[in-house]
């Protein structure tokens, strides 16, 4: 990925990926769940970093009822273009798209 697509993709509106989500049900989901925590480096190091969610992400995720610190399914790619680490996590939530 170059810097150029880099900078695009943090200009994507998440909003527009999400239609309708059900917020209390979420809510209610994330009380109760307990993520997997794996051990391995690449998962120690997104738990350290999970504080530099950026803030639109964290909003986002936080008024569909998602807690922003039950990630799952942590995947490592590799080194970004910005000197850090490209990693993916999901967030399943109750909802259509
Ligand atoms: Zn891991």
Redesign the pocket.
């Known amino acids: 990925m170059t810097g150029a697509e880099s900078r695009r993709l943090s200009t994507v509106d998440l909003e527009a990926f999400v239609r309708s989500s059900d917020v209390r049900a979420t809510r209610a989901a994330y009380a109760s769940y307990v993520p997997y925590v794996?051990?391995?480096s690449?998962?120690r190091n997104f738990q350290a970093q999970s504080d530099l969610v950026p803030p639109e992400v964290r909003s986002l995720l936080e008024r569909m009822g998602i807690d922003p610190m039950k990630l799952s399914e942590?995947c490592e790619f590799g080194r970004s273009d910005g000197g850090g680490r490209l990693y993916q996590a999901e967030c399943p939530f109750p909802g259509q798209r």
């Open positions: 794996c051990d391995c690449y998962c942590v």
